[in-house]
């Protein structure tokens, strides 16, 4: 763990520096929310359809921002560095802290741009919304983090990376916005139990498969 901390650390310190994927995603989110305004313009839009809009540009966001945990390390030419000086699961610890951050980070910021300037957007059970928040946005960083380290030796990691994204996290992405209407709706969270537990088995899964994988995916 002290090693996943060190490189998270260090990845941070990085980011700070050069802000690639900081204002490669502040840039998406503003470009991407402004084009919906226009289209909009003064037409009267469902509360439901703003919730599938939130996760939409929450997918798009992920996709223009965190393929860079492991590309930038092959840029760099690290990664034999990293491969020597640490054991793969603090590798993956360390890369997935820094995901996690990011995601929470960008994503609070787009939900609350959609609560200033969509009217429309109105959540009746925050609870709700806050517990399918937290769990759809771990599994967006772990899935996001293990396909970065699968595309991270691609030729043509910008390409890929979407591609190999979508299959992988649409059910996700579903499952989110399935919960964000019942939010919208007000229901309880004991009516959600089966969604709930949709996101909570999945998040399982991926982090399962890819602390097991990552070691055969790291060394190849």
């Known amino acids: ?9 260090k990845d941070w ?5 050069t802000r690639y994927a900081i204002n490669a995603l502040a840039m998406f989110i503003l470009v991407t929310i402004s084009v919906i305004l226009f289209s909009v313009g003064q037409e009267d839009i469902s509360e439901y359809l703003t919730g599938g809009l939130l996760w939409v540009v929450v997918f798009f966001s992920a996709m223009s921002g965190l393929s860079r945990a492991f590309v930038s390390e092959e840029e760099r030419g690290t990664t034999l560095t990293l491969q020597l000086l640490a054991s793969p699961s603090s590798i993956f610890s360390g890369k997935l802290i820094f995901n996690i951050l990011l995601v929470y980070l960008m994503n609070i910021a787009i939900t609350f741009l959609f609560i200033v300037l969509f009217e429309s957007f109105v959540i009746r059970n925050w609870n709700l919304f806050l517990l399918a928040f937290f769990f759809g946005n771990l599994g967006i960083a772990i899935s996001s983090t293990t396909i970065a380290s699968i595309i991270s030796k691609a030729s043509s990691k910008g ?18 916005i399935e919960l964000t209407k019942f939010s919208i ?3 309880s969270i004991a009516d959600s139990y089966v969604e709930i537990m949709v996101l909570v088995s999945y998040d399982v899964i991926m982090l399962t498969a890819s602390y097991i994988l990552f070691d055969f995916i790291w060394k190849e």
């Open 159 to 176: 390409t890929l990376y979407p591609v190999l994204s979508f299959p992988i996290l649409l059910p996700l992405i579903l499952t989110l």
């Open 1 to 9: 763990m002290k090693r996943a901390l060190a490189l998270f650390k």
């Open 185 to 187: 709706d007000g229901e």
């Open 13 to 17: 310190q990085s980011e700070l520096r």
